[in-house]
C-alpha cells in the first residue's frame, strides 16, 4: 500500500469512522484521534476492532518550573 493508495482514501477506523494515516515504517494504519494503529498483514489491512493497539508514542519530557 502507498500512500497515495486509492483504497487509502476510502478506509477508515472501524471504531470512529474517521479517517486512517499510513505509517509506511511501521506497516500499520494510524488513527491519530484515538491514537491506535492497526496492522498490515501480508498487504491486507487488519481493520477489526480487536487488531487495534494502543499507540507508544514518547512525547517529550516537560520539566515544572514554578515561579515561587
Not at 488513527?31 to 498487504?43: E, F
Request: proline share 15%.
Amino acid at each position: 500500500m502507498t500512500p497515495d493508495s486509492p483504497l487509502l482514501k476510502i478506509l477508515a477506523c472501524p471504531l470512529d469512522k474517521g479517517p486512517l494515516i499510513l505509517d509506511e515504517v511501521g506497516g500499520a494504519l494510524y488513527n491519530p484521534r484515538l491514537r491506535r494503529r492497526y496492522p498490515i498483514v501480508d498487504g491486507v489491512p487488519q481493520l477489526l476492532p480487536s487488531s487495534g493497539v494502543p499507540a507508544v508514542t514518547e512525547e517529550p519530557a516537560v520539566e515544572s518550573q514554578r515561579d515561587v
